[in-house]
C-alpha cells in the first residue's frame, strides 16, 4: 500500500514562497507519476501540477511560471516550489500517485488517473 505524507504548509503573504514536500512509502517511487492536487471549500479539486516517472511535467495555466514540480527519487519525495504566491492559491494542498497505467501524456495533462492521495496540507496567503 502506497501511503503520501505532505509538510511544508503554513501561512505567508502575497508574494512569498512555499516548498511543499510530499515523502511516498511503499511500491516502486522511481516507476510513480505525481502530482500536486488543491481543493478550496465548496469546489472541486484542481489539477496543479505532475511529472511523470520519465521527468516530463504538467502545471494548471493558473500556476504556470510560478509554481515547480520535481522528484528525488533517493528520497522518495515530490517537491511543490511555489513562488509568488496569490490569495487565490489558498487551498489545501494534496499529493496523489498513479501507477504506469496512467503516465501517459492523456492523462497526466487533464491530472486524471491518480489512486493513492496523502491526507493534504494547508496553504494560506494573505493579501
Known amino acids: 500500500q502506497v501511503q503520501l505524507v505532505e509538510t511544508g504548509g503554513g501561512l505567508v503573504q502575497a508574494g512569498g514562497s512555499l516548498r511543499l514536500s510530499c515523502a511516498a512509502s511503499?511500491?516502486?517511487?522511481?516507476?510513480?507519476?505525481m502530482g500536486w492536487f488543491r481543493r478550496v471549500p465548496g469546489k472541486n479539486h484542481e489539477g496543479v501540477a505532475c511529472?511523470?516517472?520519465?521527468?516530463?511535467?504538467y502545471y494548471a495555466d493558473s500556476v504556470k511560471g510560478r509554481f515547480t514540480i520535481s522528484t528525488d527519487d533517493t528520497a522518495k519525495t515530490v517537491h511543490l516550489q511555489m513562488n509568488n504566491l496569490k490569495p487565490e492559491d489558498t487551498a489545501v494542498y494534496y499529493c496523489?500517485?498513479?501507477?504506469?497505467?496512467?503516465?501517459?501524456?492523456?492523462?497526466?495533462?487533464?491530472?486524471?488517473?491518480?489512486?493513492?492521495w496523502g491526507q493534504g496540507t494547508q496553504v494560506t496567503v494573505s493579501s
Open positions: 496523489a500517485a498513479t501507477g504506469s497505467g496512467y503516465g501517459s501524456s492523456w492523462y497526466l495533462a487533464r491530472f486524471t488517473g491518480f489512486t493513492f
Open positions: 511503499g511500491g516502486d517511487f522511481s516507476s510513480f507519476n
Open positions: 511529472i511523470s516517472s520519465d521527468g516530463d511535467t
